[in-house]
Each structure stands twice: as C-alpha cells, then as structure tokens.
Nanobody, 115 residues
C-alpha cells in the first residue's frame, strides 16, 4: 500500500507565494515520476509540473517561470514552490507518483489566491 500526503496549501493574496510538499510512504521501491496536478471547480484536472527520478522537469504553460518543482529522492518527497500567485491558480492541488507501473494520487490540498 502506498500513501501520498500533501501539505502546504492555504489562502494567499495575489502576488504571494506558497510551498507545497508531498511525501510518499508505504510499499515503495523506486518512485519514477512525481508530479503536481490541479483541478479548479468545473474544470478537468490538469498538469502543473512533473519531475522524473533523474531530474527531468516539465511545466504546464500557465505556470512556467512562476512555479518550481523539485524532489528529494532520499525522502520520497516532491515540492512545488509557487511564486507570483494569481487568482486563476486557485484550485485543489494533487500530488502524483508513478511507482513501477502503478500510479498513485494524494488526497489534494486547497490553494486559494485572493485578489
């Protein structure tokens, strides 16, 4: 059984910053890809950023140059540093991990950006 636990969400004013963390625990051998997705009300879940075990990174177009994804393989943890936040970044943010051929989701953490 694998569990992903996110933390760091909350309410912030536009232009502010937040840092999300997600730690995987349980029957983990090697975590391949880790990623952050987000889902706003009435919208589909979409990719924010992904990082491979080797450190290759991709960002969604709307967060490039504002968000930074990183991971600590020793701690089975992925981070998302979010700067210059905008009201349109408001969403539930979900952590994702690909372990062998199985994928797992966290429970989600709410990020709300006020004007």
């Amino acid at each position: 059984q694998v569990r992903l636990v996110e933390s760091g969400g909350g309410l912030v004013q536009a232009g502010g910053s937040l840092r999300l963390s997600c730690t995987a625990s349980g029957s983990i051998y090697v975590i391949n890809d880790m990623a952050w997705f987000r889902q706003a009300p009435g919208e589909q879940r979409g990719l924010v950023a992904t990082v491979t075990r080797g450190g290759n990174i991709k960002y969604g177009d709307s967060v490039k140059d504002r968000f930074t994804i990183s991971r600590d393989n020793a701690k089975n943890t992925v981070y998302l540093q979010m700067n210059s936040l905008k009201p349109e970044d408001t969403a539930v943010y979900y952590c994702y991990a690909l372990i062998r051929s199985n994928y797992y989701w966290g429970q989600g953490t709410q990020v709300t950006v006020s004007t």
